[in-house]
């Protein structure tokens, strides 16, 4: 983009709602099992049996950029396109305008405060790309990650079987500002691989990293296994019964699995909503033969009953062969040449 309009479309950009987390959740009828860990003969016969029984699926979770975001990078962008250096004196206390007017709009000020705070948390090489005037054409990129860094916090207490282990993962995103020098690439391979590379600053810049967005979702074993670290996955093995002839399974409870395997099961869906919650339909009105009479304690006692009928459900435990991951992602902002 070289143009005032064209600096309009990253507005849309920003404000457009992004998918998040889309190559790792794709809905799965078969779990994949990891191969850093010996599978136990009980559980690939389950894994057989129950295979075609549901289908695993998340949502489509979406996201737009943090407002101040798009502000931040047209400032960026105006700045390396034009050499009037209005972002760099708009929002200074010492600037006067014309007839000695200072120039004191909010909306610039913070733009020019977010772009101070950008320059500050780049590195050398960086700052030097967004100097004033020095590119011939930008480019905006969002790039997401295609595995999972998954961790097993430490816990004061494990939660009540059947309640599954919290397991969290942090996936960072990266917004690359392209600074164009020349003419435009005919391969972005290459540029590619240098956005991957470069330096970031976190979001917010200069503080604390705070969560672009938090979701659950469901991903394989192998997907959850392959971003784990050694101590990690030591840990998995252990809470998934493969970590020795005397580990027992504390997280998938093959028992509650059983009933999925009978022959007049259908197919249903398991989506991270439902798993460890329970769920329970609108209730029309009290059964017709309750009597309570103005007895509080019978009264309760029938309100319980009625609840815990065929209707309710108790809520699933996590699908053998998957793992139940909360994700903050974050997001990060770096720049590159070309």
Same mark, same amino acid.
């Given at each position: 983009?070289s143009t005032?309009?064209?600096?309009r479309?990253?507005?849309?950009?920003?404000?457009?709602?992004?998918? $998040?987390?889309?190559?790792i959740?794709?809905?799965?009828?078969?779990?994949?099992?990891? /191969?850093?860990?010996?599978?136990?003969?009980?559980l690939a016969?389950l894994? &057989?049996?129950?295979?075609?029984?549901?289908?695993?699926?998340?949502?489509c979770a979406?996201?737009?950029?943090?407002?101040?975001?798009?502000?931040? =990078? *047209?400032?960026a962008l *105006?700045? $390396?396109?034009?050499?009037?250096?209005?972002a760099? *004196?708009? &929002? +200074?206390?010492?600037?006067v305008?014309?007839?000695?007017?200072t120039?004191? +709009?909010?909306?610039?000020a913070? +733009?020019?405060?977010?772009?101070?705070a950008?320059?500050?948390?780049?590195? @050398?090489?960086?700052?030097?790309?967004?100097?004033?005037?020095r590119?011939?054409?930008?480019?905006?990129?969002?790039?997401? !990650?295609?595995?999972?860094? $998954?961790?097993?916090? +430490?816990?004061?207490?494990?939660? =009540?079987?059947p309640?599954?282990?919290?397991?969290?993962?942090?996936?960072?995103?990266?917004?690359v500002?392209?600074?164009?020098?020349?003419?435009? !690439?005919?391969?972005?391979?290459?540029?590619?691989?240098?956005?991957?590379?470069?330096?970031?600053?976190?979001?917010?810049?200069?503080?604390e990293?705070?969560?672009?967005?938090? $979701?659950?979702?469901?991903?394989?074993?192998? /997907?959850?296994?392959?971003?784990?670290?050694?101590?990690?996955?030591?840990q998995?093995?252990?809470?998934?019964?493969?970590?020795?002839? /005397?580990s027992?399974d504390?997280?998938?409870?093959?028992?509650?699995w059983e009933?999925?395997?009978?022959?007049?099961?259908?197919v %249903?869906?398991?989506? !991270?909503?439902?798993v460890?919650r329970?769920r329970?339909?609108?209730?029309?009105? !009290?059964?017709?033969?309750?009597s309570?009479? %103005?007895?509080?304690?019978? #009264?309760? =006692?029938?309100?319980?009953?009625?609840?815990?009928?065929?209707?309710?459900?108790?809520g =699933?435990?996590v699908?053998? %062969?998957?793992c139940?991951? @909360?994700?903050a &992602?974050?997001? #990060?902002?770096?720049?590159v /040449?070309?």
């Open positions: 983009m005032a309009a064209d600096l479309a990253v507005a849309a950009f920003a404000g457009a709602p992004h998918r $998040v987390l889309a190559p959740t794709t809905p799965s009828l078969v779990a994949q099992l990891t /191969t850093r860990l010996a599978t136990p003969a009980p016969e894994l &057989g049996a129950l295979g075609g029984r549901f289908v695993v699926t998340n949502p979406t996201a737009r950029l943090p407002s101040p975001i798009g502000p931040l =990078v *047209r400032s *105006r700045r $390396v396109l034009f050499e009037d250096g209005a760099e *004196r708009l &929002g +200074d206390p010492s600037f305008g014309p007839r000695g007017l120039l004191g +709009d909010a909306r610039d913070a +733009d020019a405060r977010r772009l101070r950008l320059l500050a948390a780049l590195d @050398d090489g960086a700052r030097a790309a967004l100097a004033p005037g590119a011939a054409w930008t480019a905006v990129a969002l790039y997401e !990650p295609r595995t999972l860094a $998954v961790s097993i916090p +430490d816990l004061p207490a494990a939660p =009540v079987a309640s599954p282990r919290p397991i969290a993962a942090t996936p960072r995103y990266r917004l500002l392209v600074v164009g020098r020349g003419a435009h !690439p005919t391969d972005w391979a290459a540029l590619d691989e240098a956005a991957c590379a470069a330096t970031a600053a976190a979001w917010p810049f200069g503080e990293p705070l969560p672009w967005f938090v $979701v659950r979702v469901l991903v394989s074993d192998a /997907t959850a296994a392959a971003g784990m670290d050694a101590s990690s996955l030591a998995w093995a252990a809470l998934t019964g493969r970590a020795g002839p /005397t027992r504390r997280y998938w409870f093959p028992e509650t009933r999925f395997r009978e022959p007049q099961r259908s %249903g869906h398991v989506t !991270p909503a439902v460890a329970s329970r339909g609108t209730p029309s009105g !009290p059964p017709a033969h309750a309570y009479e %103005g007895d509080p304690y019978a #009264e309760a =006692v029938g309100n319980a009953a009625y609840a815990l009928n065929p209707a309710a459900e108790r =699933v435990t699908p053998p %062969g998957y139940l991951v @909360d994700c &992602g974050t997001l #990060e902002v770096a720049v /040449t070309a």
